[in-house]
């Protein structure tokens, strides 16, 4: 295999300094645009983390995205905690419940864990409507309106948001490039491909898987902290619903799974669409967003499963089909 | 005691059309192999074709009922032509994130066209009920416990007696074996998967007297027929049909005693309990017999 040192690639520093200039470049709602990008971005690189490294589907990725947003507007509306401790506060929680979650979940295979991790996701949905009392119910909760605050995060404009959300993404793709070279991510590539065999030759799966989805949880739980704080108002159907977890997938999907760039190419492909979509038609019909992504989901199951990374550009991102 | 019962008859009487809308998924997975994500949603298109016709009808949703079963047959046979086909020889992920996607399609094309509103139909009989000792049987529910009885003795009669059935049954037992003794498997896929979209038809409009249509109504309606195949064991339709009784029961009692918004609760624990301890469900793994 080859190992790559990602402070010596060449496009991932031009990334860096192109990113960190952005701002300066585009203002106002192409901004925002970037910002819904660099989110879900992160949370796609999240999912990749066991779904795509791992090949574990998960469909109940929405589960932490919520305990990361739930997380920042309780420690701040509760008890008073700035933001970003809070998205500190989500990260470890998210671990935490990872961790048991994963004791469980993580002995199925195949389909029997993916309808798990469904389930999942559903149980926190209620437990979240259920409990009124922190959660706000199905009401949701939100940031009182205050100008310029660091304490909650709260600016009347964007970039500060834009900043914050690309320390995220660039922890998002460190971290998935560094799993995709370690040992790490080779006994993950094992376990993909035939997890008796990788049993066999004496990798830990319980172990392993656990590690893999742990992380997959603290990431995930990252973005929806952004969320949270980027959007100001969250409510359990658009932050743990089932539609977030397919949106998470489907964005890694398109992208690409398991390659450096890919998680973002398929939010930079994705959400404009979406933005696009509300902008002219979000008036007329709710629903349409989603219409346009299973077209696109039942598409790239048909006939690019791959993902766009791995199609139109070899040089963007070394192909990664299974190199063991 | 009395409530006890009552909630006791009430989830046996739901736990009838689980088990149709969950044979339906185990004979697809049986057979083809395919776990159907979308299972729910076929479901909830049906009952916006019951709606629609009893709409512009004005027919008894139980004769409807026969029309929307025809229909999803063949619609089951076309969506199985034109997409599953595609992927059958592919991974379990293929089939999931393609039902996945077909489901989510079905869910935001009927959002789209028709808006996120709950519908529901009216029928003269829908709080008629029967009182036997202290218990109360509704009569829709009754009917629809009737009507999903006997279509299962039906798909029993199809899978033992018949030719056809038991060409099934031998394929879901070893594909490769079946196709040496002469049996065509892709025509086996194409009828299983119309079967399996059929009964969720059915499920569906035989639900529709005393429940509401809305986009997501398969949402739950298919996480709960997963739930109920994975209690029977995956495959098997004996199984599926204790797994929805069971079902039926314990959701209609979590929703009395600990909190109606947990109803779902319960089952879901349930679920994944039994996943751990027992996955391959309550009475067993075999395939269709």
């Given amino acids: 295999m080859i190992r790559e040192n990602i402070l010596k690639d060449r496009t991932f520093l031009i990334f860096l300094i192109l990113g960190l200039m952005v701002p300066f470049f585009i203002k106002g709602y192409a901004l925002k645009v970037a910002i819904m990008i660099i989110l879900w971005g992160i949370a796609a690189y999240g999912w ?181 704080i980027f959007m100001n108002y969250i409510d359990p159907g658009t932050v743990c619903g089932f539609g977030l977890s397919v949106q998470i997938l489907l964005i890694a999907l398109v992208g690409g799974r398991r390659t450096k760039w890919g998680p973002l190419l398929g939010a930079a492909i994705l959400i404009p669409i979406t933005e696009l979509t509300n902008a002219y038609f979000g008036h007329i019909r709710s629903g349409l967003p989603m219409l346009v992504y299973s077209i696109i989901l039942i598409f790239v199951v048909l006939y690019a499963s791959e993902g766009i990374v791995n199609i139109f550009s070899k040089r963007f991102a070394k192909p990664i089909k299974e190199e063991i | 005691m009395s409530e006890f019962m009552q909630l006791i008859v009430n989830g046996l009487l739901l736990g009838g059309i689980y088990a149709v809308i969950a044979a339906g998924l185990t004979i697809i997975f049986g057979v083809m192999n395919v776990v159907n994500f979308a299972q729910g949603d076929f479901l909830m298109l049906a009952m916006y074709a019951g709606f629609f016709i009893h709409q512009f009808t004005g027919l008894d949703p139980y004769i409807t009922l026969i029309l929307v079963a025809l229909l999803f047959f063949f619609f089951g046979i076309f969506i199985e032509k034109s997409l599953i086909s595609k992927v059958i020889e592919g991974e379990h992920e293929k089939h999931i994130l393609l039902t996945l996607g077909i489901a989510v399609f079905f869910r935001n094309i009927v959002t789209v066209l028709f808006g996120p509103e709950y519908k529901g139909i009216t029928v003269p009989y829908r709080f008629k009920s029967y009182e036997i000792g202290n218990v109360f049987i509704s009569h829709p529910r009754l009917i629809s416990f009737i009507v999903a009885a006997i279509l299962m003795v039906l798909l029993w009669i199809f899978l033992t007696r018949t030719e056809f059935g038991r060409a099934m049954r031998a394929s879901s037992e070893n594909r490769h074996a079946a196709e040496l003794m002469g049996i065509n498997s892709k025509l086996m896929f194409v009828t299983a998967f119309g079967i399996g979209i059929m009964f969720a038809a059915i499920g569906g409009v035989a639900l529709m007297p005393f429940y509401y249509v809305f986009p997501e109504v398969g949402v739950y309606l298919g996480l709960l027929s997963f739930i109920v195949v994975v209690l029977g064991g995956l495959g098997s339709i004996p199984g599926a049909v204790v797994g929805a009784l069971l079902v039926g029961v314990i959701e209609s009692l979590s929703g009395e005693y600990i909190d109606l918004s947990l109803s779902h609760f319960g089952i879901f624990i349930i679920f994944i309990l039994v996943l751990l301890f027992k996955p391959q469900g309550i009475l067993g793994g075999e395939k269709i017999s």
């Fill in chain 1, 48 to 228: 990749d983390v066991i779904s795509g490294h791992g090949g574990q589907l998960s469909l109940g990725q929405a589960a932490f995205f919520a305990i990361g947003a739930y997380s920042v507007n309780i420690a701040y509306l509760s008890f008073g905690i700035p933001s970003l401790i809070g998205i500190i506060i989500g990260i470890v929680f998210s671990a935490i419940i990872a961790l048991a979650i994963g004791l469980v979940v993580l002995r199925l295979r195949g389909p029997y864990f993916t309808l798990c991790t469904l389930a999942v996701g559903e149980i926190l949905r209620t437990l979240l409507i259920y409990f009124k009392g922190f959660t706000g119910g199905a009401v949701g909760l939100s940031f009182p309106y205050q100008e310029h605050s660091f304490i909650s995060m709260q600016y009347t404009y964007d970039y500060p948001y834009y900043y914050l959300g690309f320390v995220m993404l660039i922890i998002a793709i460190i971290t998935s490039t560094v799993i995709k070279n370690s040992s790490f991510g080779l006994k993950l590539a094992a376990i993909r491909n035939d997890c008796d065999a990788a049993e066999s030759v004496g990798i830990n799966l319980m172990m392993t898987k656990s590690k893999a989805f742990i992380i997959a949880a603290m990431i995930t739980s990252m973005s929806g902290s952004f969320y949270a």
